[in-house]
């Protein structure tokens, strides 16, 4: 899927990590964490693809599947030897255009912008956007737990969002875990696919290593 692709560029700028690796079968990207040495992202969901990547996932490799039959590939990833995490996260995008806008504080790195809110001179809520050419890839979305049902994961959204455009973005993507899902509903995102991982160690995973509220 193009649109996989797309997230993913701006996916490995927010988290640092060098070009993904291109296959003719999956995307890979080098994380160098401990249990998650790189991901595989594959390039198709049909059954030869996911059956033959899952088969050779070692210990330390993860393999994201993108999918409109996320209990379906799951249960797949398992017959193959693979761990499927409980957690199936959805890739969502947005018209920039009609995203609601709000105001933050922002720091610039090249093709990232770092949005944050202030509450009594403790940062409160902040998020992150890598703007690749009309993309703008939301990441790292996160409220401090004192601060939540306030509206200040709406509001960095907002304002990421009318960074994005000023600088030339037309289209919002990002991954959303189950918690984050529910609020970029709200303010008009839209699912494309379910996006199912799994691990290739053999002790059972029931979410991510490191994984933050609202993206990973």
């Known amino acids: 899927m193009d649109i996989v692709r797309r997230?993913?560029?701006?996916?490995?700028?927010?988290r640092g990590l060098e070009p993904v690796i291109e296959y003719d079968d999956?995307?890979?990207?080098?994380?160098?964490?401990?249990?998650r040495e790189r991901e595989l992202f594959a390039r198709s969901d049909d059954a030869g693809t996911v059956d033959r990547l899952a088969a050779e996932l070692t210990p330390d490799t993860w393999l994201t599947v993108t999918?409109?039959?996320?209990?379906?590939?799951?249960?797949?990833?398992?017959?193959?030897?693979?761990?499927?995490f409980e957690e199936q996260k959805t890739l969502m995008s947005i018209n920039l255009h009609e995203h609601p806008p709000a105001t933050a504080e922002f720091e610039s790195d090249g093709s990232?912008?770092?949005?944050?809110?202030?509450i009594d001179g403790a940062v409160a809520a902040h998020g992150m956007v890598a703007i690749v050419?009309?993309?703008?890839?939301?990441?790292?979305?996160q409220t401090d737990p004192a601060c939540r049902r306030r509206g200040l994961g709406s509001i960095v959204m907002g304002a990421?969002?009318?960074?994005?455009?000023?600088?030339?973005?037309?289209?919002g993507l990002l991954m959303a875990t189950t918690a984050g899902f529910h609020l970029y509903r709200t303010l008009g995102?839209?699912?494309?696919?379910?996006?199912?991982?799994?691990?290739?160690?053999?002790?059972?995973?029931?979410?991510?290593?490191g994984a933050v509220l609202t993206g990973r």
């Open 112 to 118: 990232l912008e770092y949005a944050r809110v202030l």
């Open 67 to 84: 999918t409109q039959t996320g209990n379906e590939i799951a249960r797949r990833l398992a017959a193959a030897g693979a761990r499927p």
């Open 133 to 141: 050419g009309d993309d703008a890839v939301m990441h790292d979305i």
């Open 189 to 209: 995102w839209l699912p494309e696919a379910t996006m199912v991982t799994a691990s290739g160690d053999a002790r059972a995973v029931s979410g991510d290593l």
């Open 160 to 171: 990421l969002s009318r960074r994005a455009l000023e600088r030339g973005a037309s289209t």
């Open 7 to 14: 997230w993913l560029e701006g996916w490995r700028l927010c």
């Open 26 to 35: 999956a995307y890979a990207a080098v994380l160098r964490m401990p249990g």
